[in-house]
T-cell receptor, first 116, second 106 residues
Framework: NAGVTQTPKFRILKIGQSMTLQCTQD?????MYWYRQDPGMGLKLIYY???????DKGEVPNGYNVSRSTTEDFPLRLELAAPSQTSVYFC???????????????FGPGTRLTVL | RKEVEQDPGPFNVPEGATVAFNCTYS??????FFWYRQDCRKEPKLLMS???SGNEDGRFTAQLNRASQYISLLIRDSKLSDSATYLC???????FGAGTRLTVKP
């Protein structure tokens, strides 16, 4: 299993450009998450999904959009890039049983995004 | 007040030392607690979950105090390979601390 894969690894955007960060997992996990991590800071949850077709906002959703058309894929869209979105973006997935007990979150290697 | 607070460190300790990290959280309804490890410029990886009764995994011991709303991680007999940033994670909803950096020196 590849686990959680993210593309691209690095990207530089100009202000106002748009892009999609790709995330794929092959572990048949139901939950998927997008986080951003600024230097010296903890991870902040942007959006999450509890299953195909279902997404919800996290702590810092403004400026981002997501979709979950399949169990495997959870892309993150930046429509109008701003310097404040310069960060490292991590995608993660986990299996959450019906009882709500959470299994381990598995993270992808991250995408380093710079907006100039 | 931050929802999850950790001492940022850095903690610089010699090999073989015992080191302890604390983490406090503000949401009394939080349901699950974890310690993650993050190496420089890498993704976080689960170190251990934290259970109400406390739990141990080799040289690592985690404890939870719900009344005082804090979590601790104790590392005994530190190894060079323990050098990393340790993230406290609280679920309900999911919140990460900023991390405590540990450097173990020869």
């Amino acid at each position: 299993n590849a686990g959680v894969t993210q593309t691209p690894k690095f990207r530089i955007l100009k202000i106002g450009q748009s892009m999609t960060l790709q995330c794929t997992q092959d572990m048949n996990h139901n939950y998927m998450y997008w986080y951003r991590q600024d230097p010296g800071m903890g991870l902040k949850l942007i959006y999450y999904s509890v299953g195909a077709g279902i997404t919800d906002k996290g702590e810092v959703p403004n400026g981002y959009n997501v979709s979950r058309s399949t169990t495997e894929d959870f892309p993150l869209r930046l429509e109008l890039a701003a310097p404040s979105q310069t960060s490292v973006y991590f995608c993660a997935s986990s299996y959450v049983a019906g009882t709500g007990v959470t299994d381990t979150q598995y993270f992808g290697p991250g995408t380093r995004l710079t907006v100039l | 007040r931050k929802e999850v607070e950790q001492d940022p460190g850095p903690f610089n300790v010699p090999e073989g030392a015992t080191v302890a990290f604390n983490c406090t959280y503000s949401n009394s309804a939080s349901q699950s607690f974890f310690w993650y490890r993050q190496d420089c410029r890498k993704e976080p990886k689960l170190l251990m979950s934290v259970y109400s009764s406390g739990n141990e995994d080799g040289r690592f011991t985690a404890q939870l105090n719900r009344a005082s709303q804090y979590i601790s991680l104790l590392i005994r007999d530190s190894k060079l390979s323990d050098s990393a940033t340790y993230l406290c994670v609280v679920k309900g909803p999911m919140r990460f601390g900023a991390g405590t950096r540990l450097t173990v020196k020869p």
